[in-house]
């Protein structure tokens, strides 16, 4: 039997104001728009440089004490693509987060698990659960979902460092829990012994080479603070192994070998001086934190320039390549790059979601960012 589809545009308009009075959607109207032919992120390739955001931070510390600033001093990282919310990326919480002299941001714990990456300073701690976890330039602390967390700033000179959380992920599975700590303003006792996660579980692997870890696992680490030296020691010895533009580490839990948190993972990679990465992408998004070194990344056919303190994002899908010329030098010799990363992969991996792609050649850079 064949229909005869007769009517009037008029009668189709009219169809079409009686399902939206009745909240019903034709789908056949929003087809292209919900089945792309691959991931069309809202979130943009984006860059905050260093030398943007830390006078403002400066200032910040200046005008707005902790406590007037609901709890934390942070500055999020608002992607131009989202439509005036406050995240980095679809998922992905990014942030720079300082504290001034003697300073102390107070505890409270919520189901958005955090990282922290130490840009420069020194001096502040953060307690996580109890264990007080001294913080320096380059470190890597964790504090996981409902954990009770606070910074404090016990030494005389500012303390900046990278936040980077999962929040909207968790804003979206609609399981967002925030308490402040019983005694509102105030930090968890100051234990007597610091980092008591460092000497239980840092004798373990901390690290893999793979690109994105492949055991999964619900549990965060239960080490909670991952030192620099011992990831230059990793990317020193993979430097020295091979001949790659990029070299590239993941922190693991040294328990399982999973990456440090169930919805997030963690990863520092070197660009080697005079050298250029081929374009990769991959599904899920990530925010990029220049540690040390100058060079550039082309993402999506855009040129960012970037320098220590710099951070930026690649949206999911986004094609990526990294490169360092050889026109700065360190001790005489020209200077690698150094870069922070953190992820939403393993939730991609544990939803049978990741993907990742190499392209065979360099993208033409059709573009060149300059930050505002
Ligand atoms: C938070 O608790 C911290 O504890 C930093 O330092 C940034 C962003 C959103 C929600 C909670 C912190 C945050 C945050």
Known sequence: MTLDHVGTDADLAELY????????????TITEQLLTPTPKPRAVPWLWSAATM?????????????ERGGERRVLSLQNPG???SPYAA?????????????EVAPAHRHSPGAIRFVLEGDGVFTTVDGDACDMHPGDLVLTPSMNWHDHVNSGDGEMFWFDGLDLPMVQALDSIF????????????????????????????????RAVADVLSPQHSKLMIYRWADTVAELDRLTAASDDAVVSVEYTDPESGASVMPTMACAAYRVRA????????????????VFSGHGSSVIDGRRFDWGPGDMFVVP???????FVDTAHFIDDRPEHAEVFVVSDAPVLRALGLYREETLVAPQPITDIFSPR
């Open 82 to 84: 989202l439509g005036g």
């Open 178 to 209: 925030f308490e402040p700590y019983p005694g509102p303003g105030e930090s968890q006792p100051e234990p007597a012994e610091h980092n008591v996660s460092e000497r239980l579980y840092a004798g373990g692997t901390r690290y893999t080479d």
């Open 90 to 102: 679809g998922t992905l919480w990014g942030a720079l987060q300082c504290l001034g002299p003697r």
């Open 316 to 322: 999911s899908w986004a094609a990526s390549e990294h």
């Open 54 to 66: 830390k006078p403002l931070a400066r200032r910040a510390i200046q005008l707005v004490p902790v």
């Open 17 to 28: 104001r009686d399902l939206a009075a009745v909240d019903l959607s034709p789908l056949w």
């Open 274 to 289: 005079g050298s250029h990465s081929l374009p990769v992408r991959r599904t899920g998004n990530s925010v990029h934190v």
